[in-house]
């Protein structure tokens, strides 16, 4: 208690000065970071005008929660949709400037006379632009709605996301001894993409879970405190597990920020994370030193050219190498000359950490100030520079440049390969940090728990079953056919016969990630060594692989990680465009008739031989010929010269089936080019009544015989005459779904018949 008329006092002190201060910042149109750090300055040990705090230990420790409010608002406001949709302009934009002003500011530090550590800082905090001043900037300048200002916010988000692995690497090295080696820098990389993995993976499938079941049991105070709790909790782990506090909190801020209250909670969050920031950005002013500033000036005044000039040339370059035109170019490059807040907090990470040199934190603090008053400048600047380059620069190298935009990016004949090397790629990281996770923690906890608790035989054998039970669905989908992605798979493979190999080493691969996991349970676990472990390894690999029971649960574990992704911001698309309750696959499935020739392989075929769902992704909506029309037609039902096939799918779908039917000489000749569901449904209803398809949505509630069923178990084209054509779980869409997806409650599937389906959803009260 004799501490707490201390902090009052200095907590009262500093928030009536920072209070002041940003009141008259706000007046003259500037940003109120700047105003928090003259409060700083003001109540700081280098200003004698003024009551100096008693005690900067406690400011420090409110300031390094105002570090973790920040990074969790941050996270909140952060969404892993927006990250997708910036696409590759904003990474390669991004890659470009971080590296260039890594290599800035490490020589503007070396030329200086500095100290490695502290040139390295250097680099990280002169990379980091600052999304307060340039949306305030924007703002002045009425700018927002420019084309250009999308590609620079986009290049912020990826920013953020790069600038808290960069504190991770920075402290990492700052930790290590001086001679650190490449091995085990790429040990702490691969250990920081390792957890960065299993922490999305689980979070995003358990954070907005609980949260959706919990929305209508918490109030603003219980949610504010769960919210808080979880920032915290993560916080705890990842400096447990020796990543820094700032890690931790933006992790579980982008988690929250896809629960279905995330906006809530940023409400209700802001003023914590206003209170703890103003602290963090007034203990910042608090280390400016006038005499040092003065001291230091020529370094001063080398930085902000370096960071001016620097940005300039490396954001230019980075959007121009990302595809977007000399002028957006020029734009984004002048818009993003400064640095800001982010390059306070890693100039806080090195004084914590104690590897810079005081001097640096008031030089950065300086530095951001005067580009945060030339930002302005810049960004008008930017048009009579783009002028001014054109006039100097050779028309033919002009001409170049400007056809070298997003609309002349190549589509090319590669494209393919390209989508699925990249699908392919992220599935087997996820899933194969998912099996590392499961089998570190099988050996190292559950086992040594096991062995102290039972005898050693049923120790291992319980691990080993546990351990398999956990695997066994994501080894599953490990053991999906086509390499994840079955169009794109399928595509490839009939495209041309050299594809083959390669699309053979992807499945080895995924094969291997799969054995590997299996051989660690009959090795590791049950110390099973060679022809037995082998034997086991195939058995267990042939189960799992044909398991429809695992297919079903990893496909509802799967839609309930897309469901949490995606929910929330299809929801708003989706009522943005005032069609919430429109039939979304009309225009996403198409179909096309198909002829089947004379002596035609796949005549005298059923459809159960021949496969059209899982070979091409398609289905056979109706087979008809001058004397009969079968519609929705079984499994057995057989295929005969002159049949006509009337296929649905997506388009992807119908253009594998095309390359198939050309490369395996299906003699199967398409009659006109395919139509849109849209299209289809209105020309069926010009015919009479007992001819036309009709498409209804149906509930799954509580009470449906469907619920907690697949759709092969279903049987739903025997026994109600139709074909599921697509799926809604909230407001995530599934076109086409595959037949081992789970019905669970309020799903809303969505069913393409005739009136036969009519009279026996009416019958048996469905409708």
């Known amino acids: 208690m004799s501490h707490l008329p201390t902090i009052i006092t200095d907590l009262s002190m500093i928030l009536l000065v920072a209070g002041i201060t940003t009141i ?18 003001i109540t700081g040990p280098n200003f004698n005008f003024f009551p100096t705090i008693a005690d900067s230990t406690n400011i420090n420790a409110w300031s390094e929660i105002g570090v973790i409010f920040l990074l969790f608002a941050l996270g909140l406001e952060f969404s892993f949709y927006k990250l997708k949709s910036v696409g590759g302009t904003a990474g390669i934009a991004t890659a470009v400037e971080i590296g260039g002003m890594l290599l800035v500011g490490y020589a503007a530090g070396s030329l200086l006379g500095w100290n490695h550590m502290d040139s390295l800082f250097l680099g990280g905090m002169l990379a980091m632009s600052s999304t307060t001043i340039i949306i305030k900037a924007f703002d002045d300048l009425k700018m927002r709605a420019q084309r250009f200002t999308e590609v620079v916010f986009g290049i912020l988000i990826v920013e953020d996301i790069a600038g808290i692995i960069m504190m991770v690497l920075l402290a990492t090295l700052a930790v290590a001894t001086t001679n650190v080696s490449s091995l085990e820098l790429l040990l702490s990389i691969g250990r920081l993409v390792f957890f960065l993995v299993l922490w999305f993976v689980l979070g995003m499938y358990l954070v907005p879970s609980f949260f959706k079941w919990a929305q209508r049991l918490m109030n603003d105070e219980t949610l504010v405190i769960v919210a808080i709790g979880l920032c915290l909790g993560m916080v705890v782990l990842a400096t447990h597990l020796g990543f820094s506090s700032a890690l931790g909190a933006f992790i579980m801020g982008s988690l929250i920020a ?92 090195g004084m914590s950490l104690g590897v810079i040199s005081s001097f640096l934190y008031p030089i950065i603090v300086a530095v951001s100030v005067i580009t945060t008053f030339t930002t302005p400048f810049c960004i008008t600047a930017a048009e009579p520079a783009y002028n001014k380059l054109v006039s100097i620069l050779p028309k033919r190298i002009v001409s170049w440049l400007n056809r070298y935009t997003d609309n002349d990016v190549s589509t090319g004949k590669d494209k393919d390969w390209k989508n699925l090397l990249y699908i392919y790629v992220i599935r087997m990281m996820i899933f194969s940090t998912l099996l590392l996770a499961v089998a570190i923690g099988s050996s190292m906890y559950l086992q040594p728990y096991l062995a102290g608790t039972l005898k050693l035989p049923y120790a291992n054998i319980i691990t080993a079953a546990l351990t398999l039970i956990i695997m066994a669905p994501i080894l599953r989908a490990v053991l999906i056919n086509r ?98 309750d429109s039939q979304w696959f009309d225009e996403d499935l198409q179909l096309a008739y198909y002829m089947v020739e004379e002596n035609s392989p796949v005549a005298g075929k059923s459809l159960k031989t021949l496969d059209f769902r899982q070979n091409y992704g398609c289905n056979v909506l109706q087979l008809s010929n001058p004397h ?43 009659l006109q080019p395919p139509q849109s569901l849209r299209q289809f449904m209105l020309a069926s209803h010009m015919q009479k009544p007992e001819q036309q398809f009709l498409s209804l949505a149906i509930t799954i509630d509580k009470h449906s015989p469907l619920l907690g069923t697949s759709m092969k178990d279903a049987q739903l084209r025997n026994k109600w005459s139709c074909l599921v054509i697509g799926l809604e779980r909230g407001a995530f869409t599934i076109t086409n779904p595959h037949v081992s997806l789970t019905f669970e409650e309020n799903d809303l599937l969505w069913i393409l018949g005739k009136q036969k389906m009519m009279n026996t959803l009416i019958r048996e009260e469905i409708l």
């Open 24 to 41: 008259l910042f706000k007046k003259i149109n500037q940003p109120l970071v700047l105003g928090y750090i003259v409060a700083g300055f």
């Open 258 to 349: 896809e629960a279905p209250n995330a906006e809530k909670i940023e409400h209700l969050i802001a003023p914590i994370k206003d209170l703890f920031g103003a602290v963090f950005f007034v203990s910042v002013g608090m280390l400016v030193n006038p005499a040092l500033l003065l001291e230091q000036a020529l370094p001063i005044f080398v930085l902000v050219v370096a960071t001016i000039i620097g940005k300039l040339i490396f954001s230019t370059l980075g959007v121009l190498a990302s595809g977007k035109s000399l002028s957006t170019s020029i734009h984004c490059g002048f818009s993003l000359a400064q640095i800001g807040e982010f390059s306070f907090i890693i100039a806080s990470l």
């Open 483 to 580: 390499a994840g992605n079955a169009d794109l798979f399928s595509k490839l493979w009939f495209k041309k016969r050299a594809n083959h190999l390669p699309l053979l080493i992807l499945l080895f691969g995924k094969m291997l990630i799969a054995s590997a996991a299996i051989y660690f349970i009959f090795n590791t676990i049950l110390g099973l060594h060679g022809l037995l472990a082998c034997l086991g390894v195939l058995i267990v690999g042939y189960v799992i692989s044909t398991s429809d029971w695992l297919m079903s649960e990893y496909l509802r574990i799967e839609s309930r990680f897309l469901v949490n992704l995606n929910e929330k911001h299809m929801r708003k698309h989706r009522e943005a465009a005032g069609n919430s």
């Open 628 to 670: 009969r029309t079968v519609d929705m037609p079984g499994a057995e039902q057989i295929v005969t010269s002159n049949d006509t096939l009337l296929v649905i799918g997506t388009a992807a779908q119908l253009q594998i089936f095309d390359g198939a039917v050309k490369q395996r000489k299906l003699g199967v000749q398409q």
